[in-house]
């Protein structure tokens, strides 16, 4: 049994990640930052606790981390401002990776984008820009720590059912499922062969617990 902390735990991928952790009996706990949402989170076999990351500083952050095995970011800004999309998906991110490290928390998957790296080509003037930018960095920072990281880099998210099947470092961004996301974190976090690797997928053919092997 692992414990393992979900930031942004009443996004959709969250949301069906934490049942399949919790289904192989993981103990498992969500940062929601809407009380209202708790319920929600509950219904999954999650512990919701109620934090915005975006106001915490790195050690009410470490304060919040510590005791868990590992930490999967999967919050983000969710397309607001520009501004709002850096404090998030960039700053919050990165003190949640630095709070990780000094709470002795070593494990780390990183919900990113296909599309997420430093020379991402998405012109200033185009409204994911910022996101773009902000994943980016975020990244970069997690690549350089000295945590046992993961990057996750699924393409187009669809909502379709679960195939259990994907297809890792494809040239181009196609789309894959939440679920089958979801099922790509629990399964990379008992899988110590993805410590140190970005991983870009697709919907495929290859079963998970191949491919990310």
Request: aromatic share 6%; no cysteine; net charge negative.
């Amino acid at each position: 049994m692992s414990r393992i902390l979900i930031i942004g735990g009443h996004g959709k991928v969250a949301l069906l990640l934490a049942p399949l952790l919790v289904g192989r009996g993981d103990e498992v706990a969500s940062v929601i930052r809407n009380a209202a949402h708790g319920p929600d989170v509950e219904q999954t076999g999650a512990a919701p606790v109620i934090a915005d990351v975006e106001q915490l500083s790195v050690d009410q952050l470490a304060e919040l981390v510590t005791g868990y095995d590992a930490v999967v970011w999967s919050a983000g800004a969710g397309g607001g401002s520009p501004e709002r999309t850096y404090a998030v998906d960039r700053d919050a991110a990165i003190r949640s990776m630095d709070a990780a490290a000094s709470a002795g928390v070593t494990r780390y998957v990183m919900v990113s984008y296909f599309g997420a790296r430093r020379d991402h080509e998405v012109p200033a003037e185009n409204s994911f820009f910022a996101y773009a930018e902000a994943k980016a960095a975020a990244d970069a920072h997690l690549r350089s720590s000295a945590l046992s990281w993961t990057v996750l880099g699924p393409s187009a998210l669809t909502l379709g059912a679960p195939t259990g099947r994907i297809d890792v470092d494809a040239a181009e961004s196609g789309s894959v499922s939440r679920a089958d996301v979801a099922a790509v974190v629990a399964a990379t976090l008992h899988e110590p062969a993805t410590i140190g690797r970005t991983i870009r997928f697709n919907g495929g053919e290859v079963p998970i617990a191949e491919a990310i092997a």
